[in-house]
Nanobody
Framework: QVQLVESGGGAVQAGGSLRLSCAAS????????MGWYRQAPGKQRELVAV???????NYAGSVKGRFTISRDNAKNTVYLQMNSLKPEDTAVYYC?????????WGQGTQVTVSS
């Protein structure tokens, strides 16, 4: 079992920045890939960014160049630095941890960007 706790969401004006954190606990040795997903009202959940245990990253085209995912293995924490935020970035952001047998989700944190 893996438990994920997100923090760092909030409300910001367009052009602002936020940093999300996701702390993992439990069977963390089994985690392969960690990532951030988001779900806006009326839309499907979509991938934002992922990072492997080796540090390789991948981003959705809509956030590339503005968001940066990183992980601190010593703290079992993954971060999402979000810069130049846009109103269309408004969503609930979820942390995800992928293991061989499946994946785990955090409870989500709201990010609201006003114009």
């Amino acid at each position: 079992q893996v438990q994920l706790v997100e923090s760092g969401g909030g409300a910001v004006q367009a052009g602002g920045s936020l940093r999300l954190s996701c702390a993992a606990s439990g069977s963390i040795f089994s985690i392969n890939i960690m990532g951030w997903y988001r779900q806006a009202p009326g839309k499907q959940r979509e991938l934002v960014a992922v990072i492997t245990s080796g540090g390789s990253t991948n981003y959705a085209g809509s956030v590339k160049g503005r968001f940066t995912i990183s992980r601190d293995n010593a703290k079992n924490t993954v971060y999402l630095q979000m810069n130049s935020l846009k109103p269309e970035d408004t969503a609930v952001y979820y942390c995800n941890a992928a293991v061989l047998s499946g994946s785990y989700w955090g409870q989500g944190t709201q990010v609201t960007v006003s114009s």
